[in-house]
T-cell receptor, first 110, second 114 residues
Framework: SQQGEEDPQALSIQEGENATMNCSYKTSINNLQWYRQNSGRGLVHLILIRSNEREKHSGRLRVTLDTSKKSSSLLITASRAADTASYFCATHTNAGKSTFGDGTTLTVKP | GAGVSQSPSNKVTEKGKDVELRCDPISGHTALYWYRQSLGQGLEFLIYFQGNSAPDKSGLPSDRFSAERTGGSVSTLTIQRTQQEDSAVYLC????????????FGPGTRLTVT
């Protein structure tokens, strides 16, 4: 099974609300990244958090990492309809291999 | 500069035929990844190239799948004797190096095996 597992599988919220997605993983990592995917095509990198970091911000995005629990969360504040997409976490080892989870499908209703 | 490009964008093939999917990474990127994504699913790692090192083929699902990277640039993923379960979007990504540096994804090739 995939190393990264997102929770929930699907999330539906109203515009302006916050969206929180969680990711759990199993083995030691070098860093964890979150990606966004529209329309089932290419992914776009959102944010990277290293294993020695606990929290990182980028615009309306906030990512946390708890290596003791092997989990991460992605918070999108003040969501917009344009945030509707699938969001994936990806874990990366020192060997360079990356493993993606199954994703969370976010729907933001206008 | 140009991003990662993949061709063809769509490929329909008959069961049993061989197919070749191409990926042109961003110039200067030493790492190249192939993934497979079935409808509504996450990304399944297939193979990883880093510079001149031997590729990590641990994700290839069967010996019908193979990949090459010529001259450290363009990569070709070949699927022999295609099966219906091979139908998926095949995504290629490149990055500057190892240790999980940000990956830049191509638009993917949608493969349909009839």
């Amino acid at each position: 099974s995939q190393q990264g597992e997102e929770d929930p599988q699907a999330l539906s919220i109203q515009e302006g609300e916050n969206a929180t997605m969680n990711c759990s993983y199993k083995t030691s990592i070098n860093n964890l990244q979150w990606y966004r995917q529209n329309s089932g095509r290419g992914l776009v990198h959102l944010i990277l958090i290293r294993s020695n970091e606990r929290e990182k911000h980028s615009g309306r995005l906030r990512v946390t990492l708890d290596t003791s629990k092997k989990s991460s969360s992605l918070l999108i504040t003040a969501s917009r309809a344009a945030d509707t997409a699938s969001y994936f976490c990806a874990t990366h080892t020192n060997a360079g291999k990356s493993t993606f989870g199954d994703g969370t499908t976010l729907t933001v209703k206008p | 500069g140009a991003g990662v490009s993949q061709s063809p964008s769509n490929k329909v093939t008959e069961k049993g035929k061989d197919v070749e999917l191409r990926c042109d990474p961003i110039s200067g990127h030493t790492a190249l990844y192939w993934y497979r994504q079935s409808l509504g699913q996450g990304l399944e790692f297939l193979i990883y190239f880093q510079g001149n090192s031997a590729p990590d083929k641990s994700g290839l699902p069967s010996d019908r799948f193979s990949a090459e990277r010529t001259g450290g640039s363009v990569s070709t993923l070949t699927i022999q004797r295609t099966q219906q379960e091979d139908s998926a979007v095949y995504l290629c990504a490149s990055s500057l190096g190892t240790s999980g540096i940000e990956q830049y994804f191509g638009p993917g090739t949608r493969l349909t095996v009839t």
